[in-house]
DNA sequence: AATGAATGAGAATTCATTCAT
DNA sequence: CATGAATGAATTCTCATTCAT
């Protein structure tokens, strides 16, 4: 019985820091890191001010936290994208971005973008931990599947570092879509996926015919 | 020589706001809205604090006048490129994406839609205002082009309303990546127009052997 | 073996408070009261926050259980000392102050005149009962010898209150230094009490010379 | 006229610091740094609680601006001091510690040894600019008159160095006082000063009959 | 118009105190 | 008894806004 109650206090605490990071992307997403405040991260918590303060010794480490807690699922996501990296490229590249939509899109995660653009300027060195850890990873995936569609003949010649860029622009813009602008950003996601898709596929294609 | 200096007093006095403004602008692209002060916008224009205030009456006002302001040459290009709303389409999307970037990826006004994009949660009145006089009339012109092109056989057929985001999407980050996260925004924005033009035209494009 | 382990824990029980005030003193002393955490009281006697509470109630209660305790062999020792209160006046003067060295100089307790002039300010009542039970006890002690002194012809003619001051300052200023302006704090004890007792020694002796 | 306001409005800023810097000595004096307010200090030089930050940028620093402020009346002192050093050494003595007293004696100034005395652990920077510009100076004036009045034979034989420590404590035991413990520091201070200089230079002079 | 000193409401942070376990 | 997580009042510090000059 005190095990177990040990075990619940135990658990409670433990349970608060990701209560408090949840919060945090919540508001740090909607209004801004500046524009938040601390007492309405803790009483969206459902703690009082002064518990923050026992997880974290600052708002600046609590914006850390948040970046660094986000990361995580998008890493292991990553890694297991990782695994099936063979056979058809184009296939594999549809899967790529539709994984990545699942992970992002529905949840708030994909958030962290967002936060990432508007507040990398005011913090340096997350934005250099999210630039090592996630940006570079993903374009790092990105960029087998392009190279090896070229090689293969499957994709037409391309700069394969630029266009990297540009075929990550469009999911991007459509996770911070979700969070600005918000009364025009009414989109339907499956739609946007959709065009999104035909759209480069088509464009990165080997026209069939071409070898005619 | 007294009515000279009057004059370039006159003239500096009618500019004040302006400078203002452009203070503002740099200062909320680079640091976003709450976390700049109003003392380094007075600062950056050369001004003291309380003048700031004889132009504009907020904080919130100057945010304002900052996006409106900003809006004004966008607007201005826009209907510049109505009049020449006729020929190829293809080489028309090419036009309208190239001035596009004329107009935001050197210039002071491409911080605008990182703004937006921070700071329309905090503003929901100034988004809508943008979205009514920017988003809307950009869609306007993209959709012309894509319905004429879809008419004249010239494109694939294709969700229009979706396929405009998609499209504006990429150029949208090449502007948001100037402003953040640094490091990895030393992209080169020529090489990034043609891959990014390259691929969507390619991808919007009639395979003209389908006809075959 | 139970017995055992309760009478250790009982003994530890009882010591709480004592080890509490003990550390507190350190704390209070190094740093002044308010500047004091209970947490670091509470570290510093290897116990927890909360237990600090079962024991005092509250910050104030525990700054006067700090002096009260301090106080303790300030008075035991004042005792002992009127036992012996005869013969030679200036010897008695001389044993008076070394013992006062000894008891105050190399121990915890030392640091309680420090407290009692950085914290009398804040805590009227504490100074009070410190007043009444250890500097007018004190003067009583000095008061007798110097009379003596001065009855017997051994000491010249003198305003006893007043000389009671000036003679108590120097040691005093000698227990305050240990703790104050560190830097400059380092004299040699030794020294310092043999220089003050020859001069405050032959300071108040009538001059043989005189006698001719 | 409007020179005339500009001037008033100059002065009145100028002496700003000042009237600042006085009401936090009383205060800090009177209750300690940590447990001094700074809502306190602006409302007892009258302004407000943020006009305090236009001149200091934290409370640390307005601590460093107190202590230097206070300094400099003790370091004038010294210097007008310095040039009267000749004649009977006796009579020197007894004027620097009445001098020392008409200083510290009447004025705020008096409470920087009792601020030094409790803080100085927690500002060991600003002790140490304590001690080299005011404990080492005073030190060097008087180990002036002391050497010269020894090598004169005036004075007894005597460890200079620690001398002037015992020399000191009563004077600045008697500022303390003024502060500390204050039931037991009703104590007339020209009697004090008039008992403190006749034991302690009947305490160092050569007796007379030695010559004999 | 322009200035910049002054203000005070508001936000971050600290820490004595409480209390469920 | 003992713990240490939780609290929230109190304090430092910031900054948009005002206003006398």
């Known amino acids: 019985m005190k095990t177990n109650s040990i075990q619940k206090s135990r658990r409670r605490k433990e349970a608060r820091p990701s209560e408090l990071i949840a919060a945090a992307l919540e508001l740090f997403v909607e209004r801004g890191f500046a524009a938040t405040k601390l007492d309405d991260v803790a009483a969206k918590a459902g703690v009082s001010k002064g518990t923050l303060y026992l997880y974290f010794e600052s708002k600046d480490a609590l914006f850390k936290a948040v970046i660094e807690q986000g990361i995580f699922p998008i890493l292991a996501e990553g890694a297991t994208l990782l695994q099936q990296f063979e056979g058809n ?124």
Do not use: H
């Open 89 to 212: 490229n184009a296939a594999l590249l549809k899967e790529f971005m539709q994984r990545w939509w699942q992970l992002m899109g529905n949840t708030p995660v994909g958030g962290i973008p967002k936060i990432m653009i508007s507040e990398s300027g005011n913090f340096p060195e997350v934005a250099n931990y999210y630039y090592d850890n996630v940006i570079v990873r993903g374009r790092d995936l990105l960029r087998q599947v392009l190279e090896r569609g070229v090689t293969a003949g499957e994709f037409r010649d391309m700069d394969v570092e630029t266009t990297i860029d540009v075929i990550m622009a469009p999911v991007l813009m459509l996770i911070v879509w979700r969070y600005s602008v918000a009364p025009c950003g009414t989109k339907d996601p499956e739609k946007y996926m959709k065009s999104y898709l035909d759209l480069i596929l088509n464009g990165l294609m080997m026209k069939k015919e071409t070898r005619l």
